[in-house]
């Protein structure tokens, strides 16, 4: 069965601390995203990968980055975590211009 | 896509009745258009799927339409069901990019 799966459902952190979301698929897909999900603005994207290495900004990067060292992975930085970056992070997969699968989410508390 | 716009961001049917929820796109390169549904809780799960070079695509009670010179397309549900009620998403790709319009909550009422 095809799994996307982010490291953590919840968590908690501290503004100024260095958050790292991580997001491992199966499927040997190409293209990895991450997108924020807040009420009422739809699924926003924030950075996404067609390859190792390669990384392309999304609509809303600020304040983010991101890493792919390997093919499965597909890693979220907050660099200094800020209150306004509190939100449900979704990451997906999928082959070009196919289905993409999403991971379970990972609702982020910045306090 | 660059933007990808839906409406409406809220619509109640009752049950039996027919939803449309519609969406615009501005990049003329967009070539794939898929449709997820959000159910309460969960993730986004494919619904159906249109490529730029099909009109329209059906799979037993929805259907999506698609209209490249105008660059919308449409999601339509017959007969709708309770288990409809949902957040569903259209969505654009173009070359990698893949962008969501803002949802539409659907509500099906008894």
């Known amino acids: 069965d095809v799994k996307v799966t982010q490291s953590s459902r919840y968590l908690v952190k501290r503004t100024g601390e260095k958050v790292f979301l991580e997001c491992v698929q199966d499927?040997?897909?190409?293209?990895m995203f991450w997108y924020r999900q807040d009420p009422g603005l739809g699924l926003r994207l924030i950075y996404f990968?067609?390859?190792?290495?390669?990384?392309e900004k999304g609509d809303i990067p600020e304040g983010y980055s991101v890493s792919r060292e390997k093919k499965e992975r597909f890693s979220l930085i907050l660099e200094s975590a800020s209150t306004n970056q509190t939100s449900m992070y979704l990451c997906?997969?999928?082959?070009?211009?196919?289905?993409?699968?999403f991971g379970q989410g990972t609702r982020l508390t910045v306090v | 896509g660059e933007n990808v716009e839906q409406h409406p961001s809220t619509l109640s049917v009752q049950e039996g009745d027919s939803a449309v929820i519609k969406c615009t796109y501005s990049?003329?390169?967009?070539?794939?258009f898929p449709w997820y549904k959000q159910e309460l809780g969960k993730r986004p799960q494919l619904i159906i799927d249109?490529?730029?070079?099909?009109g329209e695509k059906k799979d037993q009670r929805i259907a999506v339409t698609l209209n490249k010179t105008a660059k919308h397309f449409s999601l339509h549900i017959t007969e709708t069901q309770p288990e409809d009620s949902a957040v569903y998403f259209c969505?654009?790709?173009?070359?990698?990019?893949?962008?969501f319009g803002t949802g539409t909550r659907l509500q099906v009422t008894l």
């Open positions: 997906a997969s999928s082959s070009p211009r196919a289905k993409a699968f």
């Open positions: 499927m040997d897909h190409e293209n």
């Open positions: 990968s067609y390859d190792v290495k390669m990384k």
């Open positions: 990049d003329s390169a967009s070539n794939y």
């Open positions: 249109i490529r730029s070079n099909v």
């Open positions: 969505a654009d790709v173009t070359a990698s990019k893949l962008t």
